[in-house]
């Protein structure tokens, strides 16, 4: 059996750059710590977008560019990226708050081989890791999905916590 580790939008632009917050700034050792002593798959999504994202119907209901591709600011923060490379993880780019393409990934593993869990942490838990969670617990309802809140961060303490009260309501896990 598989245990997944899915690190989600670490991103500098989440951490200290547009949509920055110190919240987010104090998980980074806690993540960095989380992949080092992971053992099982690690998978990374990156918030993705173009120059066009104000135009985008979130660019309309969030007008702060932010993960514009190939800008410093869509980059994952350098010693989390340098780590999760080093595990040989896989990257996800995705142009929207939940990944598909990851959920299909994950479902072509699990028809080769037993996932045991599936693991979440990562920015911001009100936004992009509760709606990766809720598709992987709709995806795979019989697979163990946990959010770790301490490797976690919302865009305020407030929304990080209803997005935890949520997600344990659909049956997630939170630790």
């Not at 999905?145 to 896990?173: F, R, Y």
Request: charged content about 25%.
């Amino acid at each position: 059996m598989k245990k997944f580790l899915i690190v989600i939008d670490m991103q500098k632009d989440f951490i200290d750059g547009a949509l920055g917050t110190k919240e987010a700034q104090q998980i980074v050792k806690k993540v960095m710590k989380k992949i080092e002593l992971f053992e099982g798959e690690i998978c990374c999504t990156r918030d993705t977008h173009q120059n066009n994202y104000l135009e985008t119907q979130e660019g309309r209901n969030l007008p702060v560019v932010h993960c514009i591709k190939g800008s410093q600011g869509w980059e994952i923060e350098p010693g989390l990226e340098e780590a999760m490379t080093e595990k040989g993880a896989k990257f996800f780019d995705k142009n929207t708050f939940g990944s598909l393409d990851l959920a299909h990934y994950l479902g072509k593993i699990e028809k080769k081989e037993q996932i045991e869990s599936i693991e979440l942490i990562g920015l911001c838990t009100d936004i992009c890791v509760i709606s990766n969670a809720i598709i992987l617990k709709a995806a795979f309802p019989e697979i163990p999905i946990i959010v770790d809140s301490s490797c976690c961060a919302g865009v305020t303490p407030q929304s990080h916590e209803n997005a935890l009260k949520a997600m344990e309501m659909c049956q997630i896990h939170v630790i």
